[in-house]
């Protein structure tokens, strides 16, 4: 059973450009949660997802990011015209129920804005 | 706003000592206290979890004690091992939250051998 699966593992974006950060998750997980991490810095959390709906996404920045998790296919984290303050690691992380406290993280993608 | 955060930025110890990493916590209606260990360039990954009503918790090198009293959530690992080197978050979640799992900033464990 493969773990939770991110992609790219490393994106470098210039400034304005859209980046498309991709999250599968582990078999039979229909929940899936998107992170930012700065440097030195804890998890931020962003979005709840959950197969075709958003849950809960108080942590979204209210312009130019967005999250989808289609019945069919991983979830996207989108940002589009990006800034240098977007850099950071994004993780996203699954679990096979709501309140399972034993969610499973992938490696996460380190997003470069120049 | 409700914040889970951490005493010390660093903790360094030597090869077989115990190593106690402690985290305070503010929102008074989490459920579940987690303790996640993220190695430099990876994910966090889950150590043990704690639900609200319990007092201690113990698994495999690694006991968590939770204090509701004084909000106050402790990692233990005996005999640290160089591999026990990475930076430990605590994190909370709680029914209101969608169980989603709250951040502290972390703490960094040293090993030396």
């Known amino acids: 059973n493969a773990g939770v699966m991110q992609n790219p593992r490393h994106l470098v974006r210039r400034r304005g450009q859209e980046a498309r950060l991709r999250c599968s998750p582990m078999?039979?997980?229909?929940?899936v949660y998107w992170y930012r991490q700065l440097p030195e810095e804890g998890l931020k959390f962003m979005v709840y997802?959950?197969?075709?709906?958003?849950?809960?996404e108080s942590g979204m920045p209210k312009e130019r990011f967005s999250a989808e998790f289609p019945k069919e296919g991983p979830s996207i984290l989108r940002i589009q015209q990006v800034v240098r303050g977007d850099s950071a690691a994004y993780f996203c992380?699954?679990?096979?129920?709501?309140?399972?406290?034993?969610?499973?993280f992938g490696q996460g993608t380190r997003l470069t804005v120049v | 706003g409700e914040s889970v955060g951490l005493h010390l930025p660093t903790l360094s110890v030597q090869e077989g000592d115990n190593s106690i990493i402690n985290c305070a916590y503010s929102?008074?209606?989490?459920?579940?206290f987690i303790w996640y260990k993220q190695e430099s360039g990876k994910g966090p990954q889950f150590i043990i979890d704690?639900?609200?009503?319990?007092d201690k918790r113990q698994g495999q090198r690694v006991t968590v004690l939770l204090n509701k009293t004084v909000k106050h959530l402790s990692l233990q690992i005996a005999a640290t091992q160089p591999g026990d080197s990475a930076v430990y978050f605590c994190?909370?979640?709680?029914?209101?939250?969608?169980?989603?799992?709250?951040f502290g900033r972390g703490t960094s464990l040293i090993v030396h051998p």
């Open positions: 992380a699954s679990s096979p129920l709501r309140g399972n406290t034993e969610a499973f």
């Open positions: 078999k039979g997980h229909s929940h």
């Open positions: 997802l959950q197969k075709e709906n958003i849950i809960d």
């Open positions: 929102n008074s209606a989490s459920d579940y």
């Open positions: 704690i639900r609200s009503n319990m």
């Open positions: 994190a909370e979640s709680s029914s209101g939250g969608s169980y989603i799992p709250t």
